[in-house]
């Protein structure tokens, strides 16, 4: 496989089985495992998701190869009341950042993340935030991205 083999663009509404299929693959790689309950709860929620958010505020760049989705971002363009670190309220969250184990290793993340950078400067937004595993972190570096520091602690309250 060579890299002229693939082809980068965004998702659509065909994609999405495949979006499902690889937000799964993505979450059994990151936490090791699902259980057969937690997957029927995301093939049944994802479908309906990716349908209302899809082309609007969630963007997702892929790289397609063979007629299927090999790799994936999600780009989730977030509006917030503006402050001085985001004038016009626009910011972005990156997650779910996934190639399939035999397309990694080509500079196939490389090249949609910096799909996704440019997308981001075109829209606006005042930053991108994402937070970053050890074999992703490096991908990130390269493409601009920087450790944040924070005078605030991240903090979360579980429902």
């Known amino acids: 496989m060579d890299k002229s083999d693939l082809i980068f663009d965004t ?13 799964i693959a993505y979450i059994e790689d990151d936490f090791g495992s699902v259980s057969e309950s937690e997957r029927r709860a995301m093939e049944e929620q994802l479908p309906g998701y990716f349908e ?3 082309g609007r505020e969630l963007n997702v760049f892929v790289a ?50 910096k799909n996704l950078v440019e997308f981001a ?27 944040k520091n924070s005078k605030y602690r991240d903090m979360r309250l579980d429902m």
């Open 11 to 23: 998702a659509n509404k065909d994609d999405i089985p495949d979006l499902v299929r690889l937000r």
């Open 52 to 54: 209302k958010k899809l």
């Open 64 to 113: 397609r190869a063979e007629g299927r989705l090999v790799a994936v971002a999600y780009l989730l363009i977030i509006e917030k009341p503006a402050n001085p670190n985001m004038p016009n309220g626009l910011v972005g969250e990156v997650y779910s950042v996934f190639t399939e184990k035999e397309y990694r290793g080509k500079g196939i993340c490389t090249r949609i993340m």
């Open 121 to 147: 400067r075109e829209k606006h937004l005042s930053f991108v935030d994402l937070k970053a595993t050890d074999k992703g972190y490096p991908v990130y570096k390269k493409v601009g991205f920087a450790d």
